[in-house]
């Protein structure tokens, strides 16, 4: 149980154009979601936390205009990197957390999301 | 906030050695201390958690152990094999705030 579905796995875009990245929990309601960027050899930097039909919480840095969370149900959020540039290359990844059984308190990752920006 | 620091960052060790990773942290408030496993192009796994209330935790051939009063949490591996290399994580949460701070990471490399 618990498992966090993320796609796409990998995606090329041009400068200019936006991405949509999906994330989705498969086996219990998450409450909670959250965005985290990792560049090579380094750890995950948290960008935001969305709780389901409110709007998200950016970490300082973070350009909330840039970086558009959708948490609108309990299974999908979604983050959409608008007017992408190569500096927004990057693994993106989310996780959930829930209140269920399996999933309280505890952050499920999705597997990841590489963005190139051409 | 919160502040966790992980050592060593990378640890290589002969197949069926023990391997042990460290983390400290700042925050007395955190409570909620959790291991994930990275492999390459993929996003973390969780392995092994621990709460506040327990000092050590196992689960076949890994465990963790925590010390709240010095602020510090290890992960040990033991008869380690190839398929354990990767990149570990640990993480503080003051579990309220549901929020993880990780640890650097640490590249462990298991030598057949």
């Known amino acids: 149980g618990a498992v966090v579905s993320q796609h796409p796995s990998w995606v090329i875009c041009k400068s200019g154009t936006s991405v949509k990245i999906e994330c989705r929990s498969l086996d219990f309601q998450a409450t909670t979601m959250f965005w985290y960027r990792q560049f090579p050899k380094q750890s995950l930097m948290l960008m935001a936390t969305s709780n389901e039909g409110s709007k998200a919480t950016y970490e300082q840095g973070v350009e909330k205009d840039k970086f558009l969370i959708n948490h609108a149900s309990l299974t999908l959020s979604t983050l959409t990197v608008t007017s992408a540039h190569p500096e927004d290359s990057s693994f993106y990844i989310c996780s959930a957390t829930g209140q269920g059984m399996v999933a309280k308190n505890i952050q499920y990752f999705g597997a990841g999301t590489r963005l190139s920006v051409l | 906030g919160e502040n966790v620091e992980q050592h060593p960052s990378t640890l290589s060790v002969q197949e069926g050695d023990s391997a042990v990773i460290k983390c400290t942290y700042s925050d007395s408030a955190s409570n909620y201390f959790p291991w994930y496993k990275q492999e390459l192009g993929k996003g973390p796994q969780l392995i092994i958690d621990?709460?506040?209330?327990?000092g050590e935790k196992k689960d076949q051939r890994i465990a963790v152990t925590l010390n709240k009063t010095a602020k510090h949490f290890s992960l040990h591996i033991t008869e380690t094999q190839p398929e354990d290399s990767a990149v570990y994580f640990c993480a503080a949460s003051p579990g309220s705030a549901r929020q993880l701070t990780f640890g650097s990471g640490t590249q462990l490399t298991v030598l057949p």
């Open positions: 621990i709460r506040s209330n327990v």
